[in-house]
């Protein structure tokens, strides 16, 4: 018969405490398997060897959250039944058989709510500790100088304003723990001096925050604001300074004069939700128009400055370019007729905001309108998607007077550039030579860390080209897995403990038995 503890033993040394070890390893390691980093900067040219490989600004992008709380939990307490077993022996005593088999399911029913009571308490700690394990070891090993989280916060905005601030706590003091929000006051001006942009999140309003357009009110915007920042405000990050003995270039025409523009990125937090109309209350929208009109008028004539937008609600795309088709849901009359729901901005309010970017009508130097100038980070669309928006122009290589902005992926622009180049070497496109491509911009739909996406995370470089004199924006992405990855580690870790402190003290009590019943040598020759 085969003992006891050598089995277990060898179970425990041979499947579980190998198990443990590689699991936990891969867990808090994952960015080291999956090689995660921020994108190196790429050289272009002479004074792009001499700079370090590492982006001065490097933007770890969370998006979706979503932390939940005790909604479901009431609900739950709601459905609990008024019977209790302790009426099964009064029913019993007074042999009332209706009353105990009452009495008897209700029992039941209780026992099962207060499963399900406990699952999801279980459940909603055991996210927060997830979302907060995705944040606190990307953190630890990229390292990022600012860090967003891309909307949706939290998981519903129908609640009070004690649950809310309960969950604005779990934010700051378990998920994303040692974070700031950003300080800007109700006019959109930060405090950019002194402030150590590593500590502070900033974060972007979302649906689930403060609803949709036909639902949101002052008092959730005021209370998101005073928690979480202020929903719309722009500042300014300035690159490092130039090498020595750096002399601006000058333009693409040989009469053109020199842009000695200095270089600077606009980091611009804006809250979409107010764009689209009819609103429940539409002096909530004048924030975010005003922040509009001021990075338009601000908008310079130069590739020398960047814009880095960050939204929650993603532009206009036609169907089948991402997961979510454009769609738009209204009350009804009876409740304001305002935006229920919408999977996008609208197209008009997508040029609007694509004109933050693109260089003045009329523009002739078709070198400038070529250069990259921003990038448009959102979220809502959980899966996430990467696409880009060029002006597709009815006169190519032309000055820009007409045509319209076009999307397509991300990952089919390559194509486009290339037929675009043969196109231009054959004369088809007027100046431009192998260079040409259209005018447009980057937009990344930041896939969601919930544990169902994989733990997502966005990381994004941002640097300014010296060759090129102008922006340059790469982006990647880092995933954990799904959040029973994380559970099933833990339960293995916890599995592992108690079998090493079983085993180890069986070892240790049966090694002390035999001692004890060990003789003597000198007393078994006496």
């Known amino acids: 018969m085969v003992s006891l503890k050598p089995l277990l033993t060898a179970v425990y040394l041979s499947i579980v405490l190998p198990l443990a070890v590689i699991s936990s390893t891969y867990l808090f390691l994952y960015p080291l398997w999956h090689q995660c980093s921020f994108p190196d900067v790429i050289p272009s040219g002479p004074i792009g060897t001499t700079q370090l490989k590492l982006a001065p600004f490097r933007l770890l992008t969370l998006a979706d959250p979503q932390i939940e709380g005790d909604t479901r939990l009431i609900r739950i307490k709601l459905r609990m039944p008024a019977g209790s077993w302790r009426d099964i022996p009064d029913a019993l005593k007074a042999k009332d058989w209706a009353r105990l088999r009452k009495v008897t399911g209700e029992t039941l029913d209780r026992a099962v709510l207060w499963g399900m009571y406990t699952q999801k308490w279980v459940d909603i700690w055991g996210n927060d500790l997830y979302l907060a394990h995705v944040f606190r070891t990307m953190y630890w090993w990229t390292k990022p100088s600012h860090v967003t989280v891309l909307g949706d916060l939290l998981s519903s905005h129908w609640i009070g304003d004690e649950e809310f601030y309960r969950r604005a706590g779990r934010f700051y003091n378990v998920i994303f723990r040692g974070m700031e929000k950003v300080e800007a006051d109700e006019n959109g001006v930060v405090k950019v001096e002194g402030v150590d942009w590593s500590k502070k999140v900033m974060n972007v309003v979302g649906n689930h925050d403060v609803g949709y357009g036909g639902d949101m009110t002052k008092e959730r915007i005021a209370r998101f604001s005073d928690a979480f920042g202020n929903p719309n405000y722009i500042w300014e990050w300035n690159p490092p300074t130039p090498p020595v003995n750096f002399t601006y270039p000058l333009g693409s025409d040989e009469d053109a004069e020199m842009d000695s523009t200095p270089p600077v990125l606009r980091i611009m937090v804006l809250n979409s939700l107010t764009l689209d109309k009819p609103l429940w209350d539409s002096s909530l929208a004048d924030p975010s128009y005003d922040l509009i009109n001021h990075s338009l008028k601000t908008k310079l004539l130069s590739p020398h400055q960047g814009t880095l937008l960050l939204t929650h609600i993603p532009f206009y795309k036609p169907v089948g370019v991402c997961t979510d088709g454009p769609s738009f849901d209204y009350y009804t009359p009876n409740f ?169 003290g069986w070892h240790l009590v049966g090694a002390a038995l035999c001692r004890k019943k060990e003789v003597p040598a000198e007393k078994k020759t006496q």
């Not at 040409?436 to 911009?441: H, I």
């Open 336 to 504: 304001g007729s305002g935006v229920k729901s919408q999977n996008h901005l609208s197209d008009t309010n997508t040029q609007l905001l694509l004109g933050i970017f693109s260089m003045p009508s009329g523009t002739t130097d078709m070198s400038l309108r070529r250069k990259a100038k921003g990038l448009v980070m959102t979220g809502h669309d959980h899966p996430g998607c990467d696409v880009w928006h060029y002006w597709a122009e009815q006169n190519p290589g032309e000055p820009q007077t007409s045509g319209d902005w076009s999307v397509l992926e991300f990952a089919n622009k390559p194509h486009m550039d290339e037929g675009l180049r043969r196109a231009a070497a054959r004369g088809a496109l007027g100046d431009g030579g192998e260079d040409y491509t259209f005018e447009g911009v980057r937009e990344i739909t930041v896939r969601s860390m919930m544990g169902e996406f994989g733990g997502n995370a966005g990381l994004l470089s941002v640097w300014f080209d010296w060759d090129r004199m102008e922006w340059r924006f790469e982006y990647g992405t880092c995933e954990l897995g799904v959040q029973h990855l994380w559970w099933g580690t833990y339960i293995t870790l916890f599995i592992a403990v108690i079998g090493a402190v079983v085993l180890g």
